[in-house]
């Protein structure tokens, strides 16, 4: 019990020097995601998650397996940040998914799952560059993000580790830079890789994410930063799995 609580002492304070340091780095009109990062294994088995981005942000999302070997997944974001003088950012997303995830190994501890989506996204970032004197930019975007995901992890009684790559692409619907459309190439393909890890028995897990997204090289081509920035993400939060409700000890295995 004292080694569980300790190691979720130190899950928390690595969560929050993460995130004191990302809420440092700069802001692009496109926010990237952690996003669902499931573990169900069997039909009939839902996850229900709850992220915070310390300082910045909230996410949370939901999987259901209605059939074996299908995911069903939802998830909704939201940022904000205070203002300050002349810097505003705002954004929130929802998007809506459909996967596939086989386990294997002896004792089917490993897990692989495939899932793609689309969603609606609106993001408004207002600051003054570099300098006193420098203008005002004011970016006003909307834009649909469409994904594909590709997650292996392993998972026993107790935790789960894993790693997930996303490649995202944006449809922008409004894109304005102080009311003009930017005259800059805009990168609207990104690349994630995102890792997470998770801690808890029975119904109730911790859930520690991080990863970045960056621009691929042939979006990657305008000098304007807020429209091809690489982005790093780090969050903390807890995964609610309501078929673990009643079972006590371990969680029940595939057969």
């Known amino acids: 019990m004292i080694s569980r609580i300790s190691s979720l002492q130190s899950l928390v304070v690595l969560g929050l020097c993460g995130a004191l340091f990302f809420h440092l780095m700069g802001c692009g009109v496109y926010v990237p995601t952690l996003g669902p990062v499931s573990m169900v294994q069997q039909r009939g088995q839902a996850e229900v998650g709850a992220i915070y981005r310390p300082l910045t942000m909230a996410e949370a999302y939901a999987v259901y397996s209605p059939v074996k070997h299908l995911l069903v997944a939802g998830s909704a974001s939201k940022l904000w940040r205070p203002v300050s003088g002349d810097t505003d950012a705002t954004f929130r997303q929802a998007d809506v998914g459909l996967g596939y995830y086989t386990t294997f190994g002896s004792r089917q501890h490993w897990y692989v799952s495939g899932l793609g989506g689309y969603g609606a996204a609106v993001s ?82 911790f859930q520690i994410q991080a990863g970045a997204s960056r621009p691929l090289p042939s979006a990657a081509e305008g000098t304007e930063y807020e429209l091809n920035t690489s982005s790093p993400a780090f969050g903390i939060g807890v995964v609610f799995r309501p078929h673990l409700l009643g079972h006590k000890g371990n969680a029940p295995r595939i057969r």
């Open 124 to 205: 408004n970032v207002r600051y003054q560059a570099e300098g006193s004197l420098s203008p005002i930019k004011d970016y006003r975007a909307r834009y649909n993000p469409a994904y594909g995901q590709i997650q292996i992890g392993f998972q026993n009684d107790v935790c789960a580790l894993g790693t997930a790559l996303r490649l995202t692409n944006l449809h922008y619907t409004t894109l304005t830079l102080n009311g003009q459309h930017p005259t800059e190439p805009v990168g609207d393909l990104y690349l994630g890789t995102y890792l997470y890890a998770r801690l808890g028995r029975g119904p109730i897990q």
